[in-house]
C-alpha cells in the first residue's frame, strides 16, 4: 500500500458520507405561486353572494329556466357586461335544450367562480370545448351569432340572414388575427388577457353604434372587407385562388407571383395602380 493511503481513503470515504447526505427538501410552501393560468385568486368575491343573486333572477322565469331572451338579467345577475349572455347560455348546456334549469346554471357558475379567476378564464371557460384550454375558430360562433341577433345596431340584418355567416366569418378573422399573436389557431387564456378584446365586447353594451367599435365588430369595416373581397373574388364562389387574382384588375398581378404547382398565391402585396396614376 503506498504511503498515506490509509488517509486518502478516510478522506475519501468521508467525502462519500457528505455526499450522500439528503440535502433538505425543498417544499412548495417556501414558493410563492407565481403562475396563475386562470387568473389570480381573490379573496374578495363572495360566490354565496353572487349564486343568491342569480337564484333570485332564476326566480322570475317560469319553471325558475332562462331562454336566451332570459339571459340578460341573468348576465347581470353574474356581473357580466350583457353581451356575456350568449356564452353564458352555450355554456350551460341552453342550445341543446332550448332553456337552462336554475340548477344547471348555478353548477356551471359555482364551477367558474372557483376554478376561474379573471374574465379572460372565464370567457375561454365558457365556450371551449371540453377538455381544452383555449377557443378555436367555431367556439366564438355562439357568442358572435347572440351579437347579430340582438344588437340593436344590427337590426337590420334580420332580413339577411344569408349575411349572418359573412359577418360572422369577418369578425372572427378580425379577432384571431388581433388576439391570436402565435399564429396557433387557439386563443388561449393569456392572448385572451393581454388584448382589448373583452373591453371591446363590453362596449357592445354601452355603444349603441356598433361601427365605433372599429377593432373588431364594426359594420362598416365588414363591409369593406367583405366588398374588397367580392371584387377579388372574380367568380363569386367565396374563395380567392390564383385565377381569381390572375383575372383582377386587367391581369396586374402576374403569373409570376403564383406557384407553379399549387395554383396558390405566394405573394399578395402587389401594387394596384389607379387609372389616373397609369
Ligand atoms: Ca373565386
Redesign the pocket.
Known amino acids: 500500500m503506498l504511503p498515506g493511503s490509509n488517509r486518502a481513503l478516510s478522506v475519501t470515504l468521508q467525502v462519500q458520507t457528505r455526499k450522500e447526505e439528503p440535502l433538505p427538501p425543498a417544499t412548495s410552501q417556501s414558493i410563492p405561486t407565481f403562475y396563475f393560468p386562470r387568473g389570480r385568486p381573490q379573496d374578495s368575491v363572495n360566490v354565496d353572494a353572487v349564486i343568491s343573486k342569480i337564484e333570485s333572477t332564476f326566480a322570475q322565469f317560469p319553471h325558475e329556466r332562462a331562454t336566451m331572451d332570459d339571459m340578460g338579467l341573468v348576465a347581470k345577475a353574474c356581473g357580466c357586461p350583457l353581451y356575456w349572455k350568449g356564452p353564458l347560455f352555450y355554456g350551460a348546456g341552453g342550445e341543446r335544450t332550448g332553456s337552462v334549469s336554475v340548477h344547471k346554471f348555478v353548477a356551471m357558475w359555482r364551477k367558474i367562480l372557483q376554478n376561474c379567476h379573471d374574465d379572460a378564464a372565464k370567457f375561454v371557460h365558457l365556450l371551449m370545448s371540453p377538455g381544452c384550454n383555449y377557443l378555436v375558430q367555431e367556439d366564438l360562433v355562439p357568442f358572435l351569432q347572440d351579437v347579430v341577433n340582438t344588437h340593436r345596431a344590427l337590426s337590420f340584418l334580420k332580413e339577411a340572414s344569408e349575411f349572418h355567416s359573412r359577418y360572422i366569418t369577418t369578425v372572427i378573422q378580425r379577432i384571431f388575427y388581433t388576439v391570436n399573436r402565435s399564429w396557433s389557431g387557439r386563443i388561449t387564456c393569456a392572448e385572451l388577457r393581454r388584448s382589448s378584446f373583452l373591453q371591446n365586447v363590453a362596449l357592445l353594451e354601452e355603444e349603441a353604434d356598433i361601427n365605433q367599435l372599429t377593432e373588431f365588430f364594426s359594420y362598416e369595416h365588414f363591409c369593406v372587407i367583405y366588398y374588397k373581397f367580392w371584387e377579388l373574388?372574380?367568380?363569386?364562389?367565396?374563395?380567392?385562388?390564383a385565377?381569381?387574382l390572375a383575372r383582377h384588375n386587367d391581369h396586374v398581378v402576374v403569373s409570376g407571383y403564383m406557384h407553379p404547382m399549387k395554383n396558390k398565391i405566394i405573394v399578395l402585396s402587389f401594387p394596384l395602380l389607379n387609372s389616373e396614376e397609369q
Request: avoid cysteine; proline fraction near 0%; charged fraction near 45%.
Open positions: 373574388d372574380t367568380d363569386h364562389d367565396l374563395l380567392i385562388d385565377l381569381d
